[in-house]
């Protein structure tokens, strides 16, 4: 998933409002920042190089110490001790730890394939990137609009006000993200639009991922946090 694991940090900071929504934001896609973080560390490389030329099924690395099944018992920890003493509460520890967990078991449904630790061990999940992309962008947007749908509908039970064009900016990031992924799924920039072969430097993919990541971080964590509450609450 991409834009999908945000939807659960907005929920988990709904919850426990004491914990920072960055926190959780970073929590919800731990395993992809440090898929980005293993790349440069030389541990997961990623492929194709050209982020023109990549698909969402084309898109090849072998993730494993960012994501699969028994690095998962770390990242999970390690979440969890830094939300249980940053915030001195245990129960922000667990729900951080929770979106960690919550990441790598919609992956398995939504993603590209993992194993327990290393590809000649046991395949875990579908790989639906790999064999049913489109599949797999229909699972995400089911579980942004359920998600977001329920997000929203425990906001008004709290009395808190949005106004239409703050509900708007969050709602279209997210169409965005699965937009996105239906424009790459199987055809590449490079063949929708003939654009030819360059290097100029700003068409890496990885660092463009890392861009796109930060950049729904942060747009998440400017527009969510403005809101008001009721009076009459």
Known sequence: MLAGHYTTALIAHQKFPKGTLLYFLI??????????????????????????????????????????LLPQIFWVFLIFLIGKFVFKNTKIGLAGAALVIGHFVLDLFSGHPHHIFGAETQAIGLGNYATNVFGAIGIE????VITLWYFFRQEAKNSVQRTTKNKAAIIGLFVFGIAFML??????????????????GFNSNVPT?????????????????????????
Not at 31 to 52: A, I, K, M
Not at 217 to 231: A, D, H
Request: aromatic share 18%.
């Open 27 to 68: 929590a919800s896609q731990l395993q992809d920042l440090l898929w980005f973080t293993f790349h440069y560390l030389g541990l997961e490389r990623t492929e194709p190089s050209d982020v023109f030329d990549t698909t969402l099924n084309s898109l090849v690395v072998d993730m494993l110490y960012s994501h699969d």
């Open 141 to 144: 947007a089911a579980f942004c």
């Open 209 to 233: 991922l890392i861009l796109t990541y930060l950049g729904m971080i942060f747009y998440l964590n400017y527009f969510v946090p403005k809101y008001k509450v009721s009076s009459n609450a």
């Open 183 to 200: 424009t790459i799924a199987t055809t590449s920039f490079r063949e929708l639009f003939g654009i030819p072969e360059f290097d100029m």
